[in-house]
């Protein structure tokens, strides 16, 4: 593992900017493969770990970042729940650890550095020296990851009976006898115009 100065470089350019939220993620990420005993997400642990986060934010680019995992490399799982949240799971030993940013961790931030007048700033500072328990709490969970959901899965590709869009990785819904994307199937983000 780097230090967290080094993962701040990383994530600074990875994400654009460095922010109170990328400092929660950094840690976040850490403490977890902490707790899993995994120290080398890049290299030796690299095909062991799958995350799911639970929030599209700043917190979720840095733990990409810690981990290695990305949604590319089916090793980053999303769960919109809007939490500052992730679960990190070791493959190879069958384990699973969620770890959750504890809420009070802003108002320590600014009984910390009252001298610091920007929030973001002063939750930064507080961030990078707020020890772990004053920060997050975690649980050993239970993930059940089907063959689909693992890094390397190729499944049957099939077409949309009623759109004729190409489905991958078994992505598809059967309905009386006709095979539906997700989308057809009243599952779409979008409204065609």
């Known amino acids: 593992m780097k230090t967290l100065a080094e993962y701040e470089d990383l994530a600074a350019a990875a994400h654009g900017h460095m922010c109170a939220g990328q400092v929660l993620g950094l840690r976040l990420a850490m403490h ?3 707790l899993l005993g995994l120290e080398d997400p890049h290299g030796a642990d690299r095909k062991r770990v799958v995350t799911f986060v639970e929030i599209d934010r700043c917190l979720t680019d ?3 970042v810690v981990t290695g995992c990305r949604l590319g490399k089916r090793a980053l799982k999303f769960r919109d729940f809007g939490k ?11 384990r699973a650890v969620r770890v959750v940013a504890l809420e009070s961790s ?5 009984e ?3 001298e610091i007048g920007d929030k973001n700033r002063q939750q930064m500072a507080a ?14 969970v239970k993930v059940e990851l089907g063959p689909e959901e693992f890094p390397g899965y190729r499944g049957a590709r099939r077409v949309c009976d ?7 990785f078994d992505r598809f819904v059967e309905r009386g006898g006709r095979i539906l994307c997700r989308g057809c199937d009243g599952g779409n983000y979008y409204e065609l115009l």
């Open 127 to 140: 961030y990078r020296e707020l020890p772990v328990a004053e920060m997050f709490v975690h649980q050993w």
């Open 162 to 168: 009623q759109c004729g869009e190409g489905i991958n």
């Open 112 to 114: 910390l550095h009252p």
């Open 84 to 94: 500052a949240a992730a679960t990190f799971c070791d493959l190879r030993d069958n």
């Open 62 to 64: 840095a733990v990409q």
């Open 32 to 34: 977890g493969l902490a």
């Open 106 to 110: 802003k108002a320590r931030a600014a």
